[in-house]
């Protein structure tokens, strides 16, 4: 396990493979852990790292904020202390909202961006996660610590019931959002998922000027499928992959055809 010391706090990452540099961001309730075998298949080609965002996974939760602000800021500080000059993202859900604001504030830092069941509006988003989305749960949660825990508890098992209706092998699925949600405190957990809910991509869209690649599952029940109409429409010179076959999660539904797609566009110069 490899951490890295930010300004905002201590970032857990997973490093693999030789080559050129290709940063991997995982999604809300996920951690590096969705990228296991991306790792594995790209890892001849390329230097991926897979980093855990600030409160997820195994990086620290003691940040000021939780935002996909403050997620873009820890982004740029790994790069910079990992002496990565520019590089490709790609970015899973809240990963990839995070990767396209990245080549937004940082421009030179990102060489393209595939973004895999991303919201570019957060009013895309299920009505699941726009009920998570409220900042007064943290309040609520710090000054009774008991009731996010009761809540945990209660969610988890919730969890792996409806995992089922979000991936193929919704088995597998469930085991790994569970183990990571059982590791998220309150602040993250609410704080990112609210800042992702207001966000609103698409008056600075026609800033990115790197090639995007676009990849949304017919049966996305996370973020409306639709949304790939909205990154065409801002930004037409993008790529779209539809997966008919897949949901939110087209790298466990459609796992030759997924990572095919993006060793493709990376490749394509």
């Keep these: 396990m490899a ?3 930010t300004e905002q706090g201590i970032v857990h990452y997973e490093a693999f493979g030789r080559g050129r540099p290709v ?3 995982h999604g809300w309730l996920n951690s590096w852990a969705i990228w296991r075998p991306t790792l594995e298949l790209l890892s001849q080609d390329y ?3 897979a ?3 600030l409160g997820f996974g195994e990086s620290g939760n003691q940040a000021e904020e939780f935002s996909v602000k403050n997620f873009v800021f820890m982004v740029d500080q790994f790069m910079d202390r990992m002496g990565i000059a520019k590089a490709p993202l790609v970015g899973h859900s809240m990963g990839g909202t995070v990767s396209l604001n990245t080549a937004i504030r940082y421009p030179d830092k990102v060489v393209k961006i595939a973004v895999v069941g991303s919201p570019i509006v ?4 299920s009505p699941l996660l726009k009920a998570a989305a409220y900042r007064t749960w943290i ?3 710090q000054s009774t610590p008991a009731l996010y825990s009761v809540f945990q508890a209660g969610f988890i098992p919730f969890l792996r019931v409806y995992s089922h209706f979000l991936a193929k092998d919704g088995k597998a699925l469930g085991n790994m959002l ?3 949600v059982a590791k998220l405190a309150i602040a993250p957990f609410v704080e990112s998922i ?3 809910r207001q966000t609103d991509l698409r008056p600075r869209l026609h800033e990115i000027k790197v090639p995007v690649l676009g990849i949304y599952g017919k049966n996305d029940r996370i973020v409306d499928p639709n949304q790939h109409d909205v990154l065409k429409q801002y930004l037409p010179y993008s790529e779209v992959a539809w997966f008919e076959e897949s949901g939110h999660f087209p790298m466990m539904d459609e796992p030759e055809r997924f990572h095919r797609t993006i060793l493709e566009f990376l490749k394509n110069d």
């Design 3 to 5: 951490t890295l010391v």
């Design 139 to 141: 309040g609520l949660g």
């Design 178 to 180: 569970t183990a990571d």
């Design 23 to 25: 940063l991997l961001l």
């Design 51 to 53: 980093l855990d965002f």
């Design 194 to 196: 609210t800042t992702l």
């Design 47 to 49: 230097r991926l790292y």
């Design 122 to 125: 957060g009013s895309s988003l």
